[in-house]
DNA sequence: ACCTGGCCGTGACAAATGTCCCGGGTGCGG
DNA sequence: CCGCACCCGGGACATTTGTCACGGCCAGGT
């Protein structure tokens, strides 16, 4: 039996998963969690052989838990399943340690076979999707420019972004201004959105 | 036996919940569709009893759709199934007709249930949202306030959006200050957000 | 020792944005 | 008929934002 940790925030689909990798023969769900800091808690108590992983969970990022459980549960292989499939996630997957990437999109038959090949020690990966990933090459943004970014997301201004950050607001909009230029967009919300949809957030 | 129509754009969530409800011995799933503008056609020619519809789908809103169903089809009740529980998209769901409101969250069991009760005549909504769809109020926007703050997502300037909606700058300017003040917000970005939570958009 | 690149800051400037006035037009209900 | 709300626009103004040029600090590699 395939022992099998389940990481999803979303209620019903994180159950449906569940069932359905629960009715396979060869596969045995035992462990749940709606929340990314019980991620490395769960695979320590549960010790499963393949870990499901949602990139978006509240508490923690999937990736941070998925470079967790490298070091902490070794021979267990992880899976990253996400909405999106954006070329950053799928790099950070990868240096991150993840065994494979699926996106929700696609069948729900790819999911059970993509653990079985995972645990046999292959990596699974849409194809088109990792040439995307090459040709977008890698996050041109700096630490930096990242935090000034992800902290303009929901509409703060640059007082707001330096008094979180603790920098000087000249200093804000500099980051700001290399960061758009760097994404080749117009202003912070373009910026944001393009950020975003490489995943370099 | 209960002739559901599936609509949900996310093909692994959509896979799940079909061969869940087709486990129940009582339902049918008789149609699947991953868009928007495929459901009124779908419906017709499945003639399901009871339609489970995601909300924000590629091509069309499921509420739209949902609309369309009440005179289309009229002995097919419809279920929404979203993401999110907005205050705003409730109050549209029951304008349009739906028999019921479901979030994703909450457990796997509901979803059965509800197609049932829904197929019964019973309203099925989760009371705690009722409650906040209630004391929320109405939505205070005019049409055009709304129009700017949905083409101002992603970051389009001020002379985008009044090219994209045929207007001046100087009146897109106005309705957006508009809008900022009706959300007690402080600039567009922040406006959209509220206006997003709510289900004004 | 030198150069490079990231980090942090300043000052000045143009452009975009948000606010507050004002005007006119329409349609709807009292 | 009148008030009211929505629609559309203009002008003036302060604020915010984005850009550019310039400094210094520090760690890394050559």
Excluded at 92 to 114: C, I, N, S, T, W
Excluded at 157 to 185: F, M, Q
Aim: negative net charge.
């Amino acid at each position: 039996m395939i022992r099998v940790l389940l990481a999803e925030d979303q209620g019903m689909m994180r159950g449906a998963l569940a069932l359905l990798l629960g009715m396979e023969p060869d596969i045995e769900v035992v462990a749940q969690v709606g929340r990314g800091d019980e991620i490395v808690d769960a695979a320590l108590l549960a010790r499963p052989d393949v870990a499901l992983l949602d990139i978006e969970l509240p508490g923690r990022s999937g990736l941070d838990a998925a470079a967790d459980l490298r070091t902490e549960a070794p021979d267990c292989r992880v899976l990253i399943l996400t909405t999106f499939g954006r070329p950053g996630y799928l790099r950070r997957a990868m240096e991150a340690g993840a065994a494979g990437f699926l996106v929700k999109d696609g069948p729900v038959e790819e999911l059970a076979e993509a653990v079985r090949r995972a645990l046999r020690g292959e990596t699974v990966i849409d194809p088109a999707l990792a040439a995307a990933a090459l040709s977008a090459g890698p996050n041109p943004l700096t630490g930096r420019e990242r935090d000034a970014l992800a902290a303009s997301v929901d509409g703060a201004t640059i007082a707001d972004i330096a008094a979180s950050l603790h920098l000087s607001e000249s200093t804000v909009r500099n980051y700001l201004s290399s960061a758009i230029g760097k994404t080749g967009t117009r202003n912070r919300m373009e910026a944001v959105r393009a950020a975003r949809r490489q995943g370099w957030l």
